[in-house]
């Protein structure tokens, strides 16, 4: 323990340094990033263990939409209030806080004796990921050294390689063993809470040092309160667009490749990696080109151009189902730091508020479109929603109101 603590001092004066000299501070990156791996990981646990909860508890798919919707609503709603706090009062270690609420939730998922208590432990999951987001997306913000899209990318890749780890996890020690060996991901709790306390120790140190200093002026685009409003609804609405057909793969991929295929759990949960290993490389790709040719062209890109590729899925056999959907998955993925960091632009001021309302925004829509779309499933059948859900990407079309943020000129405040 105490070889631990002397390293992270080491390191810890090392980026600080790179703090005070505004450069990127990768070495906090990536810490942000595998914590981010953790957090997501434990997180997705959840959507890949469907088929085994499906069974055990003899669910039907309006039950398993409930599950989604339970977990991700907590999330949602929590996370704008939890990011208003922490810009009026910065937690440098409410990422440790969050972790310790989605372990309690791990182990009541492990042990949960009925569906009630399921709903239960999700919630807390739910709960966890709202602390998590706001604060971390802001650590992110501060050491990008102005690289915002690059840094969000950065951040955002170490989720989505957590949400693409878990379901190949899930198939190797949870789906032959049993519901109980969820335990072991409480091992990656312990592990994060390291991760978490060096990320929190140098963050305290910069609000420290911050506090000791005359406040920078902040760049206020100069657009009128109706433009920036306007754009920030037109940012949820490609959230919406993406989140719920993302909600349609997440939640159901298993079971449609299941049914259509006759491929095993297992299988599934293959087919299911390939999309989410897909999102995780698209959101590095993404970040690092929005930073090169403009965050309004590859929002635009990412959501409208999977509509063909989505438009095609349904019809397609097996090997082309894998091709089709690693192609969706890296092109829709590309867009989430673009437009995170394009919101943080038109509110520079409320960046904990901004970074909560869209991760809220996006699980809440992933919660709500599960929820609806196992009851339709249920109504009609699991391939037919994969056939409506197809349309979604067209509305990427309204990117084209955004204005373009390299040509609005910026004041200081």
């Known amino acids: 323990m105490n070889k631990i603590l002397s390293i992270q001092h080491k390191v810890l004066n090392k980026v600080n340094k790179q703090t005070l000299s505004q450069q990127t501070v990768y070495p906090i990156l990536l810490a942000i990033s595998f914590g981010h791996l953790c957090n997501d990981l434990l997180q997705a646990i959840v959507p890949a263990t469907y088929p085994l909860l499906k069974e055990n508890y003899q669910l039907s798919f309006a039950q398993i939409g409930l599950i989604t919707f339970f977990y991700q609503m907590s999330s949602s709603l929590l996370q704008p209030l939890v990011g208003n706090y922490t810009d009026k009062k910065p937690q440098p270690y409410s990422q440790i806080y969050g972790m310790l609420c989605t372990t309690v939730g791990v182990i009541l998922l492990a042990f949960a004796p009925s569906y009630?208590?399921?709903?239960?432990?999700?919630?807390?999951?739910?709960?966890?990921?709202?602390?998590?987001?706001?604060?971390?997306?802001?650590?992110?913000?501060?050491?990008?050294?102005?690289?915002?899209?690059?840094?969000?990318?950065?951040?955002?890749?170490?989720?989505?390689?957590?949400?693409?780890?878990?379901?190949?996890?899930?198939?190797?020690?949870?789906?032959?063993?049993?519901?109980?060996?969820?335990?072991?991901?409480?091992?990656?709790?312990?592990?994060?809470?390291?991760?978490?306390?060096?990320?929190?120790?140098?963050?305290?140190?910069?609000?420290?040092?911050?506090?000791?200093?005359?406040?920078?002026?902040?760049?206020?685009?100069?657009?009128?309160?109706?433009?920036?409003?306007?754009?920030?609804?037109?940012?949820?609405?490609?959230?919406?667009?993406?989140?719920?057909?993302?909600?349609?793969?997440?939640?159901?991929?298993?079971?449609?490749?299941?049914?259509?295929?006759?491929?095993?759990?297992?299988?599934?949960?293959?087919y299911l990696f390939y999309f989410l290993i897909a999102v995780a490389l698209g959101t590095l790709i993404g970040g690092f080109l929005g930073d090169k040719v403009g965050r309004k062209y590859i929002i635009w890109f990412s959501?409208?151009?999977?509509?063909?590729?989505?438009?095609?899925?349904?019809?397609?056999?097996?090997?082309?189902?894998?091709?089709?959907?690693?192609?969706?998955?890296?092109?829709?993925?590309?867009?989430?730091?673009?437009?995170?960091?394009?919101?943080?632009?038109?509110?520079?001021?409320?960046?904990?508020?901004?970074?909560?309302?869209?991760?809220?925004f996006a699980f809440g829509m992933g919660g709500l479109g599960s929820a609806l779309l196992g009851w339709w499933a249920d109504q009609t059948s699991i391939a037919y929603i994969y056939s409506v859900c197809a349309y979604l990407p067209l509305l990427g079309v309204i990117a084209c109101l955004l204005p373009n943020m390299k040509k609005v000129r910026f004041r200081e405040e």
Request: hydrophobic share 55%.
């Open 303 to 360: 959501v409208l151009g999977a509509a063909p590729f989505t438009l095609l899925l349904p019809h397609v056999d097996l090997a082309w189902t894998a091709v089709l959907i690693v192609v969706i998955g890296f092109i829709m993925s590309s867009a989430f730091p673009s437009i995170l960091v394009y919101a943080q632009e038109l509110l520079p001021k409320k960046i904990g508020m901004v970074s909560g309302l869209f991760y809220g």
């Open 116 to 270: 009630l208590w399921v709903l239960v432990a999700v919630t807390c999951i739910g709960i966890g990921s709202s602390i998590f987001h706001p604060e971390s997306s802001r650590v992110s913000y501060v050491a990008s050294g102005g690289k915002r899209s690059l840094a969000q990318s950065i951040f955002q890749i170490g989720g989505n390689t957590g949400t693409a780890l878990a379901p190949l996890l899930v198939a190797w020690v949870v789906l032959p063993k049993g519901q109980q060996h969820l335990l072991w991901f409480v091992a990656v709790a312990i592990i994060a809470q390291f991760v978490y306390y060096f990320i929190g120790t140098w963050y305290k140190g910069v609000l420290s040092h911050a506090a000791t200093k005359q406040k920078k002026k902040i760049r206020i685009p100069e657009l009128s309160a109706f433009k920036v409003n306007s754009a920030i609804v037109v940012l949820l609405l490609l959230i919406f667009s993406k989140y719920f057909y993302v909600a349609s793969i997440s939640s159901y991929f298993q079971f449609y490749t299941m049914d259509k295929f006759g491929i095993t759990e297992v299988q599934a949960q293959v």
